[in-house]
């Protein structure tokens, strides 16, 4: 069960990265794909089955935010990356959706450090 819940979440981690790099390119040439209703929603769909299979894995490695450091850690990194995707789409000038589309890049590789290597770099102990 673990290994089709880890493979799901990959998937859905790839595919929600994409999504939001497509969508930003986009965004940045004025596409006319930005106001398709797909567009629109199967990024949140996509993200709302990201987060179902991240409470999945949690369950079945018995390892929980706010009890690991790393994993409360990736949380907040989680978070971070939420408030920068949102800033990226919804910014008032170009430039600050630029600097939040770059911000949540970062924050997606922290997160994926802290998904391989379990190894906290602001909460450690």
């Known amino acids: 069960m673990y290994v089709i819940v880890k493979h799901l979440h990959l998937t859905l981690v790839a595919l929600s990265v994409s999504l939001l790099v497509i969508r930003f390119f986009w965004q940045t040439r004025n596409s006319a794909m930005m106001n398709k209703k797909w567009v629109k929603v199967v990024p949140h769909v996509i993200d709302t089955f990201l987060l179902l299979s991240a409470l999945m894995l949690c369950v079945l490695i018995n390892q929980y935010p706010f009890v690991q450091p790393w994993l ?5 990194a989680v978070i971070a990356y939420i408030i920068m995707g949102v800033m990226c ?3 008032r000038t170009k430039m600050l959706k630029m600097v939040a589309f770059a911000g949540a890049l970062g924050w997606l590789v922290m997160i994926g ?3 391989v290597t379990k190894t906290p770099l602001f909460l450690a102990v």
């Open 89 to 91: 789409f919804r910014g």
């Open 72 to 76: 409360t850690e990736k949380f907040l």
């Open 113 to 115: 450090k802290l998904a």
